[in-house]
């Protein structure tokens, strides 16, 4: 019943995008289009709440007679799928109510209006489908459509660019899951869930499925190295699509990979932990870092995405560990850590992602030293923004934090593991986890500060006004989303309680019955955490502080020019920008990571020629892995290319040649 | 019953802090004074400053925000509300068990987050220069208070302060290597989010390499005594978390006499005095890092608190 209206609002909303495409330069279509995609990503997110809360445990499978004739499209709605379509729908209500305001600045709606709707039921098939052929299918389906939002702005310089990486990793990322699946479905061709299931594969393919896994799945949600297409392709595309990319999309590629890793692969071996664990620690240090280099407002934030995925995946991958030896509460605390950040990330950067669109509304800008007081236009918007700000930075009682003290429990419970690799990776996973939330803080301050306080740096940062009130009620409904999460995270931990049921064989205690909504993960000696308790305690100690400020204190507030040590400057250019606020971190951390180099030219004195400061960065990445590889693609493009001037006969002895050596292989091979 | 006393004790708890911490800095200004063969300020010349600032009209640039009002009571109270879940006198805190010492940790770094963009408000560059060291400074320092505070929680089963202090009042702590490593890495973590002397001045201004007085420059009247309090308070915790994890004896736990409890005060009051003599004594004796060399402090620090961690995850008995 869930399913198949489920289906239908699939349905619909390609529908949607089909029937819109005449229309899409008409005034009214986007309303009208936006107005359906949050009716119908609201029904979705209800159907899919009410699996969840009600019947978590049970599955609905359905079959229809689409794709390959022999074996159908299967489609399920259980546990896990019914979680990651309420993250999903979540982010497409939000995005939609937003863009009733937003859609209407937009100069090329025929480019993204149809696409949006067929977006979002990329990202929702990916998550219902219950066999390979369908799984891709969906999955290459939300790529492309998230492609042609990305070039939606093809003129804007780096776009396509952007829209060139992208689809690159793309690809990448489904050969690699086509690959995974292939392995999984064996020579019979199991392609059906159900059947691998069923059948899971011995050790070697299993461990092959796995890494094919990670690359796959990874390239789509943007660890560390195959991230570099998500700060250029984000940014490019319009904001309620960056947020969807950004808090959604990724969201639907780790969907996959614990799909795959923890439904299908069957039981774990502990080094399956060991490249999650690497590779999550790794993205979460360097996505936090890069994004603090960063002056572009939309590029922090997809760094800072590159970091939470990272954070995940750590979740994730201590989760694996504890699986495969036999600990299953522990298994099941990391899981849910990880999936409560799965929740978390797409409700704040989503909100953060509004925040720079409704930055973009009100001054076409996004370079962070050409903004600046934008809290004085735009006070509702800054406090929003703040807020976003304050839970992805993880303070409490946000829901940021919640989510990152689960992780530091389930860090804390693995010295039981057996292992000596993973008892020397874990410790440094937690330094690490530990220095990118500090980071990201640091980060936040940056990205708040700069662009909403001090004063303007331009004239459209001065000019700037509040935004419509679609805008603003999309941001609040996430910012009060975001205070109801960290203040009552019991709910959503038992919400999560059938899915690592399912997945990984126990769940987390049942929060339910405890006193005034406290969050105890494993037993109440050993740690507990209680965001209303806290928030109430912090909401009691201010009101005491307002109050007897109030008796005691002088009233009198005086306005006057800025003090700054008694030589303040006119200039709004001697404010701290971007850069110079990043510069000890750079100084500290970048040296090394990113080979950072300052060149200082000071004009002799008396020369009245400015004083230069050129900064060098570099991405040894990009330098080291990217560009040796393009370069590769193109020399054996290049030496390719003479096939394509042979004679007939030439062209003949090739196909024999290979044929014979195809039939050769074959004869070797039984 | 149980419940009333529990929140006698919390409440008490809460009072207490607030009107030691100005006296806890004065003491160390006195002492300060003392070895420098100065008279110094009377002992409660802090809380005679704070008074002078309330009643003071506050002046505010022209520029500032509401941000820049709201602050000073955000950061005061957050820190407030972290100063009153270390225990004390007291082990058993009812409140403490809503907030464990990663929560601690955070409630600091809430603090830390507006007080940065309080200093980024009002669009001056020491402000700026100001937020973007202390930002720096916290991305080495809150690592390694929390790398500390895995060691701790290894060590006891429990993130949960009363329980790490239980464990080590009682008879199985013994001497480890570990335990050092973390007792010199916390007093690192202090010196450094409380802008003490190798790291930052607490008695400059118009400096360079200020860090917190440069961030706070553009405050006055109320809101500045607001700030002011919060940093004495910031002092007393990590005082009050050194004395709670490394000395907890004398603390009285639950069910015992209202002579435990005062015992317990007046065996913190003395822990305080010494903490704030060794600090006096450490600051006189010691110059100040030029501030990128203080990067090198902290990371040792976090090494510290890392190595620790390790040490216990490779055996529990080190």
């Not at chain 2, 603390?251 to 409890?261: D, I, R």
Request: contains cysteine; glycine residues 8%; aromatic residues 10%.
């Amino acid at each position: 019943m869930g399913l198949a209206a489920l289906l239908g609002t699939v349905a619909a909303l390609l529908a949607l995008g089909i029937l819109v495409l005449p229309l899409a330069h008409r005034r009214p279509a986007s309303p009208l289009v936006y107005g359906t995609t949050l009716m119908l990503c609201g029904i979705a997110l209800v159907i899919a709440t009410r699996h969840l809360l009600t019947r978590g445990a049970s599955a609905e499978d359905l079959v229809l007679p689409l794709g390959i004739p022999w074996l159908g499209a299967h489609f399920r709605l259980d546990a896990l799928a019914a979680f990651f379509l309420l993250v999903v729908n979540l982010g497409g209500v939000s995005a939609s109510l937003f863009s009733l305001g937003y859609g209407r600045h937009e100069s090329a709606p025929g480019r993204v209006l149809p696409f949006y709707a067929a977006f979002l039921a990329g990202m929702n098939l990916v998550v219902l489908a219950a066999d390979a052929f369908t799984f891709l299918l969906a999955w290459e389906f939300m790529s492309l459509s998230s492609w042609a939002l990305v070039m939606a702005h093809h003129k804007e310089p780096g776009t396509a660019h952007a829209g060139f990486v992208y689809l690159a990793m793309a690809s990448f990322g489904t050969l690699c899951l086509l690959l995974a699946f292939g392995l999984l479905a064996g020579p019979q061709g199991a392609y059906a869930f159900d059947q691998m299931r069923a059948h899971p594969p011995g050790p070697v393919i299993a461990g092959l499925a796995l890494l094919l896994a990670v690359l796959g799945a990874g390239s789509k949600a943007g660890l560390v190295p195959l991230h570099p297409w998500l700060p250029l392709a984000h940014p490019a595309a319009p904001s309620q699509v960056s947020a969807l990319m950004s808090g959604v999309m990724t969201k639907v590629a780790l969907y996959g990979f614990v799909r795959i890793v923890f439904d299908l692969l069957g039981p774990p071996e502990w080094w399956w932990s060991v490249p999650v664990l690497v590779l999550g620690g790794l993205s979460a240090v360097l996505g936090v870092l890069n994004a603090l280099m960063q002056n572009d407002l939309k590029r922090l934030l997809a760094y800072s995405t590159v970091e939470n995925v990272g954070i995940i995946a750590i979740g994730l991958g201590l989760s694996l560990a504890f699986r495969a030896t036999g600990i299953g509460w522990a298994a099941s605390l990391a899981l849910t850590a990880a999936l409560f950040h799965v929740l978390n990330h797409s409700l704040f950067k989503s909100l953060l992602f509004f925040g720079s669109g409704a930055v973009m509304m009100a001054t076409d800008e996004r370079d962070m030293d050409r903004l600046g007081g934008l809290i004085h236009p735009m006070p509702l918007t800054a406090f929003a923004f703040l807020v976003g700000a304050a839970a992805i930075s993880a303070l409490p009682p946000l829901n940021g934090f919640a989510s990152e003290w689960l992780t530091f429990q389930s860090i804390l419970v693995s010295p039981q593991l057996p292992q000596w690799g993973l008892r020397f990776l874990v410790p440094a996973v937690g330094a690490i986890l530990a220095l990118s939330a500090a980071l990201a803080a640091a980060c936040f301050v940056k990205a708040f500060g700069i662009t909403f306080l001090g004063r303007p740096r331009s004239a459209r940062a001065q000019g700037a006004s509040e935004v419509d009130a679609f805008a603003l009620a999309a941001m609040f409904g996430l910012a009060a989303l975001c205070l109801a999460a960290g203040l009552m995270p019991g709910v959503v931990v038992d919400a999560l309680a059938p899915v690592t049921q399912a997945l990984t064989g126990a769940h987390v205690p049942v929060q339910r019955g405890l006193a005034w909504l406290s969050l105890v993960p494993i037993a109440e000696s050993r740690s507990a955490y209680n965001g209303l308790v806290l928030f109430t305690f912090i909401a009691l100690s201010t009101l005491a502080t307002v109050v007897a400020i109030h008796r005691l204190a002088s009233h009198a507030v005086r306005r006057g020019p800025a003090w700054d040590c008694g030589f303040p400057d006119a200039s709004p250019a001697t404010q701290y920008s971007a850069g110079s606020f990043g510069q000890p971190i750079r100084r500290t951390f970048g040296t090394i990571i990113f080979a950072a180099r300052e060149h200082i030219t000071m004009p002799l004195p008396g020369d009245p020629a400015p004083a230069r400061l050129e900064l060098q960065l570099r991405d040894f990445i990009w330098n080291w892995l990217y560009q040796p590889l393009g370069g590769l693609v193109g020399r054996v493009a290049d030496l390719l290319n003479h096939l394509q001037f042979l004679t007939i006969r030439k062209y003949l002895s090739l196909v024999f040649g290979v044929l014979i050596v195809l039939l050769l292989l074959l004869a070797v091979w039984r | 019953m149980a419940l009333t006393r529990d929140l006698i004790i919390q409440g008490a708890q809460v009072l207490l802090v607030l009107a030691l911490a100005p006296l806890l800095t004065g003491w160390v200004r006195k002492v300060k004074a003392r070895l420098l063969r100065r008279r110094g300020p009377p002992l409660l010349q802090p809380y005679r400053e704070l008074l002078r600032l309330i009643r003071k009209e506050a002046v505010l640039a022209e520029n500032a925000s509401w941000l820049f009002r709201v602050a000073p009571y955000m950061i005061f109270s957050a820190i407030w509300v972290a100063a009153a879940l270390v225990p004390t006198f007291s082990i058993q805190l009812i409140f403490g068990r809503a907030a464990d010492l990663i929560v601690i940790v955070a409630l600091l770094g809430s603090a830390r987050f507006f007080l940065a963009l309080a200093g980024l408000d009002v669009g001056t560059s020491f402000g700026g220069i100001g937020s973007s060291r202390e930002m720096m400074l916290a991305a080495l320092a809150e690592p390694a208070m929390l790398m500390i505070v895995f060691t701790l929680s290894l060590m006891a089963g429990s993130t949960q302060l009363s329980s790490i202090a239980e464990y080590m009042i009682g008879p199985t702590v013994g001497i480890r290597i570990s335990l050092a490593l973390s007792a010199v890495a916390l007093i690192m973590v202090a010196l450094a989010e409380n802008a003490r002397i190798p790291v930052d001045n607490p008695a400059t201004h118009l400096e360079l390499t200020m860090v917190h007085e440069a961030m706070v420059l553009e405050y006055s009247g109320r809101h500045l005594a607001m700030i002011e309090a919060a940093s004495s308070l910031k002092l007393l915790l990590y005082v009050s978390l050194l004395a709670a994890i490394f000395t907890p004896w004398g603390m009285a736990s639950t069910g015992q006499s209202l002579a435990a409890y005062l015992l317990g005060a007046a065996v913190y009051a003395a822990k305080l005095a010494a903490g704030g003599f060794a600090l006096a004594v450490f600051e006189t004796s010691i110059a100040k890092m030029r501030v990128f060399r203080v990067s090198q402090f902290l990371g040792a620090a976090l090494m510290l608190g890392l190595l620790a961690t390790l040490l216990l995850f490779v055996s529990r008995n080190l």
